[in-house]
């Protein structure tokens, strides 16, 4: 809707109780800041329950994890340990609104990128696949099993995996060379171009 900022009116209700510098970092500020900040593309099979396969919990092949400037890179964080002053906001994409159907680049104009500078948040989006729900929906309704609504449910216990790794894979520092591709800016038209670059295990879109 024309002039309601729902992204913003969400993140700042969740993030109350903690520290953060909206106030203090104006719109187009935080859209510089988005071009500073990194992407980090991280294999999620690496993060799977013992026993689980990708196809048999649901999942695509990769996370993606957006962080501001001072939220990564070994020069910011302390290997181990989560940058104090930085916080984490998991988003659950809908049925249909994975990577798998809409390409990365819907990530970046979904309204977050602008906030989790302003906030200082590391935004962690997690990917169902259409192996298990035909439309790519997580799951709700136990098709993975009982446990499914827990923190010991196959999708739930990759996800809590992974941002139990979030403090080494936000170490990761970007090297020259890579492949570019086209993505927009949250809030913008523009087009900026956003370099993969290969880490093994972990990419790192910046």
Known sequence: ???????????????????????????????????????????????LLPGRTLKGTGLWRVAYVFAPAGCSGRGAVTPGRFPAECGVHVHYHGCAWGAQFT????LSRLGLLEWAVRLR???????ASDAVDPAGCWDWTGETGQLFD?????????????????????????????????????????????????????????
């Open 1 to 47: 809707c024309p002039g309601h900022d729902l992204a913003g009116s969400m993140l700042q209700h969740l993030s109350r109780g903690r520290r953060w510098q909206a106030g203090a970092v104006g719109r187009e500020e935080a859209r510089a800041g988005i071009s500073a900040g990194r992407w980090l593309k991280v294999p999620q099979e690496h993060y």
């Open 103 to 106: 390409g990365k680049e819907v």
């Open 121 to 127: 948040l590391v935004l962690v989006f997690p990917q």
């Open 150 to 206: 827990t923190h010991r449910g196959p999708q739930l216990g990759m996800v809590l995996n992974l941002l139990a790794d979030l403090p080494r894979i936000l170490t990761q520092d970007a090297e020259p060379g890579a492949v570019a591709v086209n993505t927009t800016s949250a809030g913008t038209q523009e087009q900026a171009r956003v370099d993969v670059l290969d880490f093994g295990n972990i990419s790192v879109l910046v």
